[in-house]
């Protein structure tokens, strides 16, 4: 090589190692309610994805199943939040999605006024119960427990869909005799307002699985042609959000602070969203959480909610084990 073609390459080597690096592009939706919310909020008003060296383009949706139908025709490219049964369920339908990361929690409790004459689960039987509406995990996490450990098929109550907001609303008016609504929904109530707990989904759950693990209310979902393209972006956005998941726990008050602007709570709701974080949220992808989904479709299946499982591809791990090799 000439001394001149030498100087050359040697002056492109530097421009490009001092060229900065293009951020990778994602569009990415999430559920504007329960508790996709306060996990977008952060994440969002953080920067976290952004300073994984993603360029985010955050999407919103009003109602749960948004998400998880705007990723068929790549109106987005990845959802987190999305409900983990109706991920399952197009997967198995053959919609080209992968299933790449556990992130909430299915925690909620089966509650009643004090002073109803209802006393336990039993007497639940020919009552309306307020609960997540179809397609929603917690709706299909429920009325399995509510047949599997319980022995209420579907025709023994009325469900009376709605948002947590709506769902206490309705119990305190006496328009439901009982709901399923979280802890936060719970601690968010005026202090006036009490309630007579008839079960836990979280511990209903173990009885019915037999099995020590909480079942997993929502899980993040990419689109195959994405992720077959931009491997390294989603394991960056895994990353982003065991990020967001550790800052959360460790920052409570900040988070309140957030959700008070971003979700325009009042301070007492926002601190009692942000005490919940730690019951609320995960970020993992392990053995045990792909075999935690795969038992959840099984009694889900039984209980006629769904027809067939997911292929063994759905469940992509590679971007997690990646994500966790980067700091």
């Not at 299933?99 to 004090?114: D, K, R, Y």
């Not at 079960?199 to 699985?209: C, F, P």
């Not at 063994?312 to 590679?318: D, G, N, P, Q, V």
């Amino acid at each position: 090589m000439k001394p001149t073609q030498l100087f050359k390459a040697f002056a492109l080597a530097l421009l490009l190692a001092a060229a900065p690096v293009q951020a990778q592009k994602i569009k990415v939706g999430y559920w504007t309610s329960g508790f996709s919310l306060g996990f977008g909020a952060v994440m969002e008003q953080m920067k976290i994805a952004e300073k994984e060296g993603l360029e985010v383009e955050w999407v919103k949706f009003a109602e749960v199943n948004g998400p998880t139908r705007a990723i068929v025709p790549q109106t987005i490219d990845l959802a987190f939040g999305a409900p983990s049964t109706a991920s399952m369920t197009i997967a198995a339908d053959g919609v080209p999605i992968k299933i790449v990361l556990a992130s909430q929690i299915a925690e909620a409790q089966i509650v009643v006024p004090a002073g109803s004459p209802i006393k336990s689960i039993a007497d639940l039987k020919g009552k309306k119960i307020g609960m997540s509406p179809p397609g929603s995990a917690t709706h299909a996490i429920a009325t399995s427990i509510l047949q599997g450990v319980y022995d209420m098929k579907p025709t023994d109550y009325s469900v009376v869909p709605g948002n947590e907001g709506r769902l206490a609303q309705f119990l305190l008016q006496k328009e439901i005799d009982a709901a399923v609504i979280r802890s936060v929904t719970i601690a968010q109530m005026s202090d006036d307002i009490k309630l007579t707990y008839l079960g836990s989904v979280v511990d209903d759950w173990k009885k019915l699985t037999k099995v020590n693990a909480a079942p997993i209310l929502a899980v993040t979902i990419v689109h195959s042609d994405y992720v077959a393209k931009n491997a390294e972006a989603v394991a960056k956005f895994i990353v982003a959000m065991r990020k967001t998941l550790e800052y959360g726990s460790k920052n409570k008050d900040r988070v309140a602070e957030i959700l008070q602007k971003a979700a325009n709570m009042n301070a007492i709701d926002a601190k009692a969203y942000a005490a919940q974080w730690d019951g609320a949220y995960m970020a993992s992808f392990e053995a045990s959480d792909v075999a935690s989904l795969k038992r959840m479709q099984e009694i889900v299946k039984a209980a006629g909610a769904a027809k067939n499982d997911p292929p063994e591809a759905a469940f992509l791990t590679a971007p997690y084990q990646r994500a966790k090799q980067i700091k």
